[in-house]
């Protein structure tokens, strides 16, 4: 073999050499970046699950104050103006008491509510499936409503996730008795394929996938934009669907754990 073709070889195998070498750099340094890039996306998480959880805890304090301090104290105003007035001891114009007490009903009844609102307590004492069945009905003052389920309370979701998925239904809830004025509405809870799934059926003004996604993109609709960033917190999804031209479908899923 002539020095030629021994130097020629030699290049070669070093070229390779080199090429080997620098392209197991290149694969280290993206695997790297790949996993400082998923470790960045697990904190984000992480911190984004504590920011919630510590939201949810004053949410919590909140209501609680708000149904065992306030409306208690209302409460006790109520039944003793109520006694004082039949002792005499308190002289008003018929008309003029009635509203009063009229209005201490309304503040009772909306303390009761608000506090449901900002963190819905019963969700921890009755489990998901009772809360949510509990939103149905209590709409039937309003529309003809129906709920059903074939779910347990016995579902993998942590409350953090139930608390999200059940302010996304009193959203959407709202949303359709707001904009959708039905006369009638369906709830149905399900488990398929290790998703539990949340189908809303009315009979009121439809409201499309494209609606939604427009609602969102104009930021025009928060109440859209709140269910989408919820939804999105826990990895579910949302359709809106047209039936026949009568109805419309909200399809409410997400992953079970």
Request: overall charge negative.
């Amino acid at each position: 073999m002539s020095q030629y073709s021994q130097i020629l070889i030699l290049s070669t195998l070093a070229l390779i050499i080199l090429v080997l070498f620098t392209s197991i750099i290149a694969f280290l340094f993206v695997k790297k970046v790949i996993k400082s890039a998923r470790e960045k996306e697990q904190h984000k998480i992480e911190l984004q699950k504590i920011i919630i959880s510590s939201q949810e805890e004053e949410r919590e304090a909140l209501a609680n104050n708000l149904h065992d301090d306030f409306g208690p104290q209302l409460s006790n105003l109520y039944r003793q103006l109520k006694i004082d007035s039949c002792n005499g001891l308190i002289i008003f114009n018929d008309d003029h008491f009635k509203e009063i007490l009229t209005k201490i009903e309304c503040l009772m009844s909306d303390i009761r509510k608000y506090s449901s609102e900002i963190y819905p307590t019963h969700l921890k004492k009755i489990g998901l499936i009772k809360s949510i069945e509990l939103q149905f009905k209590e709409l039937n003052e309003h529309l003809n409503v129906t709920f059903r389920s074939d779910v347990n309370d016995n579902i993998s979701l942590d409350l953090s996730t139930e608390l999200t998925l059940y302010r996304i239904i009193n959203e959407v809830l709202n949303n359709i008795l707001k904009h959708s004025r039905p006369s009638l509405m369906e709830g149905n809870v399900e488990i398929e394929n290790g998703n539990l799934q949340i189908y809303i059926l009315h009979d009121g003004i439809s409201f499309s996938q494209i609606d939604f996604m427009a609602q969102i993109q104009s930021g025009i609709g928060k109440g859209c934009s709140s269910i989408y960033n919820r939804i999105k917190d826990v990895n579910g999804t949302i359709e809106f669907i047209q039936i026949l031209g009568v109805f419309s479908n909200v399809k409410i899923q997400i992953p079970l754990k």
